[in-house]
């Protein structure tokens, strides 16, 4: 069929097949001119990311690759010591064969793996009445918080005094445990009141680094979208927020 040619193996593995591993075993990747695009959702269908990277190929039409086992990929390429790779891209697998090292990965049909039915284009022309951007550091402080709030799988996003405030606890029953941080000195919109996530959910996102990640809030249907980006992969993430 054609080739693939990845221009930084590590940048692949790390921050765009890792990733979507961190949220399910199988995924279809879709390659489409110059960007390899991957849209799935965890097993639980409680969040959804859709990556994108830029990469080269000969294909002239759109392609898609039903990956089994993400990890297995993921595996066979960090053998390869080659900072490029070309891969080939064949009917029923994906083939390597340079340098004194080959494999072959095979391939699902089409229509075994199911893509998420959330819409991520349509979600992201939602009208986001609040946004704001955290910096790596308080995201690393909110999960290090995780290991005091252990009684909790909840995380509450609010606004006071004019600050973004992420709060690991539980609100709903009486003396739980809990872990305030701060998250952005600058926001724009109006967090009525605290919006709780599920921390679980949080915790299949692939933050580690990003300098920094964009919240976009929408209240009024309870969703959130964080966009960033880690080496040249551009990452989004939509995640529904708990019912109050």
């Not at 993400?70 to 080659?82: A, G």
């Not at 986001?128 to 999960?143: A, D, I, S």
């Not at 445990?177 to 701060?182: E, I, M, R, S, T």
Request: glycine share 4%; proline share 2%.
């Amino acid at each position: 069929m054609g080739y693939l040619k990845i221009k930084n193996k590590k940048d692949f593995v790390s921050n765009f097949l890792v990733p979507v591993s961190n949220l399910n075993d199988a995924c279809i990747l879709s390659i489409e001119g110059s960007r390899i695009n991957c849209t799935l959702s965890s097993a639980d269908a409680t969040i959804v990311c859709r990556t994108s990277i830029e990469i080269e190929t000969d294909l002239e039409d759109k392609t898609t690759l039903n990956l089994p086992d993400i990890k297995k990929l993921v595996r066979v390429l960090d053998i390869i010591p080659s900072v490029d790779i070309k891969l080939q891209i064949n009917t029923n697998n994906i083939a390597y064969n340079n340098n004194g090292y080959k494999f072959k990965y095979h391939l699902l049909d089409d229509g075994i793996i199911k893509q998420p039915k959330l819409n991520v284009e349509k979600i992201k022309q939602l009208n986001f009445n609040n946004n704001f951007t955290v910096k790596e550091k308080e995201l690393n402080t909110l999960f290090k918080g995780s290991t005091f709030a252990t009684e909790t799988s909840k995380v509450y996003i609010y606004e006071e005094d004019h600050k973004i405030y992420s709060e690991l606890g539980d609100r709903s029953r009486h003396n739980s445990d809990n872990f305030v941080c701060l998250m952005s000195e600058e926001y724009e919109g109006n967090i009525e009141k605290p919006l709780p996530v599920n921390f679980d959910s949080f915790r299949l996102i692939s933050f580690g680094g990003s300098r920094e990640v964009k919240f976009n809030i929408n209240t009024d249907m309870g969703v959130i979208t964080c966009d960033f980006k880690k080496g040249n992969t551009q990452l989004i993430y939509i995640i529904s927020a708990l019912i109050n």
